[in-house]
């Protein structure tokens, strides 16, 4: 089945700077890839996810980008600011078949 | 906007109890999840179910089943409830897939 790896675990960066999270998945059958962001105390929320057929998405300061060849996606925050605090999920999947998520990385944004 | 509702924020069960988790959605989605979430293992899959009446297990069911009689209701037991399911029960719907998941607010159980 598929296997999720996310790293890091844990990411502090300056406001202002900009922070980047990778996963690996094991499956090469895996066509959707979602992030999500989790606030403290609260559910999961999509933020942004991107297809197999595609390399690159963005969406104003987060981008999220996919080397099926390498089976590894990156997301990407720019100018991060202290809204950006929380824990990010990544997740693999394809069609009718389970979303499998990483272990999530725990981002805080030092002023 | 999806709505996925789950019956209780916070749960206290003794060990040995039978458990019912209840989720219901109101955008007909035809996908719903079951996951919990313990600190730093991320979501893991319990159950999902693409239709009625129809389940598949994830990748951690021992412990768990599961019921989905009408499209908008998927329940989650814990047939035996033991200690080392104190966690927080994610319930999430998506329309036909791969799409995004819509998660309910979790439900705390404690079973002590």
């Known amino acids: 089945g598929e296997n999720v790896e996310q790293h890091p675990s844990t990411l502090s960066v300056q406001e202002g700077d900009s922070a980047v999270i990778k996963c690996t998945y094991s499956?090469?059958?895996?066509?959707?890839f979602p992030w999500y962001k989790q606030e403290l105390g609260k559910r999961p929320q999509l933020i942004i996810d991107i297809r197999s057929n595609v390399g690159e998405k963005k969406d104003q300061r987060i981008a999220v980008t996919l080397n099926k060849t390498a089976k590894h996606f990156s997301l990407h925050i720019t100018e991060t600011q202290p809204e950006d605090s929380a824990v990010y999920f990544c997740?693999?999947?394809?069609?009718?078949?389970?979303?499998?998520f990483g272990k999530g990385t725990r981002l805080h944004i030092l002023p | 906007d999806v709505k996925v509702t789950q019956s209780s924020r916070y749960l206290v069960k003794r060990t040995g109890e039978k458990v019912f988790l209840e989720c219901v959605q109101d955008?007909?989605?035809?996908?719903m999840f079951w996951y919990r979430q313990d600190p730093g293992l991320g979501l893991r899959l319990i159950y999902f179910s693409y239709d009625v009446k129809m389940k598949e297990k994830g990748d951690i069911p021992e412990g768990y089943s599961v019921s989905r009689e009408k499209k908008e209701r998927f329940s989650l037991i814990l047939e035996s409830a033991s200690t080392n399911q104190t966690s927080m029960y994610l319930c999430?719907?998506?329309?036909?897939?791969?799409?995004?998941?819509?998660f309910g607010n979790g439900t705390r159980l404690t079973v002590t």
């Open positions: 997740a693999a999947s394809k069609r009718d078949d389970k979303i499998i």
């Open positions: 955008m007909d989605h035809e996908n």
């Open positions: 999430a719907s998506s329309g036909t897939g791969p799409s995004p998941l819509h």
């Open positions: 499956d090469s059958a895996s066509n959707y």
